[in-house]
């Protein structure tokens, strides 16, 4: 059974950045995408980035375009979540997810649909 760990939340202040990890395991697809959500209390889950494991294509939101960027490790199975210059809007609780799509389709996907999800790590950004 696939598993993804995240790691890296905390408290940070807003201009401040954070790196968050994800270390996926277990079975997977040849051809998965890994990527992150997030969700903020009383909102739905929204898409943030992701990866495609084929061609290392990416895909962000346009509310943290060149401000976060993603990547990936093939040798430690793992993919990060570099966010700098944060908002307070950009508290949230940060999940990674699996899915054997390219990034573009995982960034129109609707979260409920994905299979494979973290356990989530919290980032708090104050003002």
């Known amino acids: 059974q696939r598993q993804l760990v995240e790691s890296g939340g905390g408290l940070a202040q807003s201009g401040g950045s954070l790196r968050l990890s994800c270390a996926a395991s277990?079975?997977?697809?040849?051809?998965?995408?890994m990527g992150w959500f997030r969700e903020a209390p009383g909102k739905e889950r929204e898409f943030v980035a992701a990866?495609?494991?084929?061609?290392?294509?990416?895909a962000y939101a346009d509310s943290v375009k060149g401000r976060f960027t993603i990547s990936r490790d093939n040798a430690k199975n793992t993919v990060y979540l570099q966010m700098n210059s944060l908002k307070p809007e950009d508290t949230a609780v940060y999940y990674c997810?699996?899915?054997?799509?390219?990034?573009?389709?995982?960034?129109?996907?609707?979260?409920?649909?994905?299979?494979?999800w973290g356990q989530g790590t919290q980032v708090t950004v104050s003002s």
């Open positions: 990866i495609s494991w084929s061609d290392s294509s990416t």
């Open positions: 997810a699996a899915d054997p799509v390219s990034a573009q389709t995982m960034a129109i996907m609707l979260p409920h649909l994905l299979d494979y």
């Open positions: 277990g079975r997977t697809s040849s051809n998965d995408a």
